[in-house]
């Protein structure tokens, strides 16, 4: 295994600042992009701060700014957020599964931050016995991203879903088996630097540790 130093860190948000900076990071980022959404984003959310959810940060290392985040919520606690806008496959459901929303980077960040926070994103679904990562794009500019890194379409013969907790904008939701999708880059040849990047590098910038319990959350957000 090579050990590799990246241009940001990503990390938990452990307290009321980190989750602040993460949320003005998801208001640039999809404000962007759809205006109507960023006042809406500015601001935490209940999920944000409940048991079974990890919020990342990630910093440039150069300025100290936040240039992206994700939120990952498992299922550990009971269902997803998406499964109240449509239901999942029965072989999915009776697993543990992920649902990544609010990923956003800044214009300004390194290219590689977004795959970066995906390797994350699939550490943790490993550490939390999470199968399937599933994730929702608005345009097939995002599908066509997902898909390089993996993900597949649940529903590729379906409508694009309309989802609650986004504002019901239609998305096309993907999942990523997190299991067998690794084995499949590695018998990829044109996929192996996924493999490579994910599994077999060294980043000590990607920081995945348990996050502050919500009793604490709750008192660093009165003390904010």
Not at 50 to 64: F, P, Q, Y
Not at 99 to 116: C, G, H, M, Q, S
Not at 127 to 152: D, K, M, P, W
């Amino acid at each position: 295994m090579t050990t590799s130093s990246l241009s940001f860190t990503i990390r938990p948000a452990v307290n009321a600042l980190d989750l602040r900076r993460a949320c003005e990071v998801r208001a640039e980022g999809y404000g962007h992009h759809m205006p109507s959404m960023r006042q809406s984003l500015i601001e935490p959310d209940a999920l944000d701060r409940a048991e079974g959810t990890l919020v990342l940060i990630c910093e440039d290392k150069k300025t100290g700014d936040a240039v992206g985040t994700a939120r990952i919520q498992t299922s550990r606690q009971g269902p997803l957020l998406i499964e109240q806008s449509m239901p999942l496959p029965p072989h999915m459901s009776r697993l543990g599964r992920a649902e990544i929303t609010r990923l956003a980077t800044l214009p300004k960040a390194d290219p590689v931050l977004k795959f970066a926070i995906c390797k994350a994103a699939f550490l943790y679904c490993l550490s939390t016995q999470s199968r399937y990562a599933i994730i929702g794009a608005r345009n097939e500019a995002l599908v066509r991203q997902y898909r390089r890194i993996g993900f597949v379409e649940m529903n590729a013969d379906q409508p694009m879903v309309p989802l609650a907790h986004a504002g019901n904008m239609p998305h096309r939701v993907l999942m990523f088996d997190t299991l067998m999708g690794p084995r499949e880059w590695q018998a990829n040849p044109n996929q192996q630097g996924l493999f490579d990047f994910c599994f077999d590098t060294l980043h000590p910038d990607i920081e995945l540790v348990e996050r502050l319990g919500a009793s604490q959350w709750q008192g660093d957000a009165l003390a904010a």
